[in-house]
């Protein structure tokens, strides 16, 4: 019998990961259907029952759902616990198991498809959202020199950097800050904030890359974003955007799944927009 997967979201049209699933069946050999739920908002958990009584085995989650994919959950992962959200659910039985594999999925991009490493680096991130609750825990354990989370206002970094205090790791220095009092030039620079959906720029200057270092825009498929174009005007050596991170986390979940990984190169080669 054909196993069943979907991802979840609303809306969920634009969605790429049948398409990305479906290739890693077809590569792996894995007899499984994956499909697309147009969720109903309010109504997540039913939802989700509905598809667990027609046999389904797991499912992605997207926005705006990935809090409730969370509570709905009897079991999850550290690293779900600390960003709030999940983006993975997993059904055994009685059990539904959550995880969160957005940054296991950014982390592996930057430092196995991109090849530059986060240990050692000065990290910052910015906006202290959802993605960024994901990123912290899968970064720390690439043992960063220092990891900084800007926002727009000092509470929800701080949030961030508190929690994370909380989980006893003490050999990288996280640090808060507004923008307006953000300093210093990094190595690998990450714009997780919404801005790029709206062609808008995050309130940072060129001054923050330094020379050669990274930036990585989380939104994928929108080219040259003004995040992206600024970053290579304040000399930037790699422009990326989260198209590996999507596929990589994609991956990650179809693993958890499946028990066994799938190739990722040729899928983002596929899916990568030239960033121009």
Partial sequence: MTDRYAVIGHPIGHTQSPHIH???????????????IEG???AFADDVAAFRLAGGLGMN???PFKLDALACATECSDRAHLSGAANALKFEGDKILADNFDGVGLTRDVTHNLRLPLAGQRV???????ATRG????????????????DLTLGPAQAVANEVAAHGITDCTVQACTYDTLAGQFDRVFNATSASLYGQLPPVTAD????????YELVYGKGLTPFLALARHGGAGTLADGVGMLVEQAAEAFEWWRGVRPDTAQVIRQLQVPLR
């Fill in 61 to 63: 989650v997207t926005v």
């Fill in 22 to 36: 479906a290739l890693f069946a077809a590569a792996t050999g894995q007899d499984m259907a994956y499909t697309a």
């Fill in 40 to 42: 109903h908002l309010g």
């Fill in 208 to 215: 923050v890359f330094a020379p050669g270092c990274l930036a």
């Fill in 135 to 150: 990123m912290v825990l899968p970064f720390l354990s690439q043992h960063p020199q220092c990891l900084v989370i800007t």
């Fill in 124 to 130: 910052l991130v910015l906006g202290a959202g959802g």
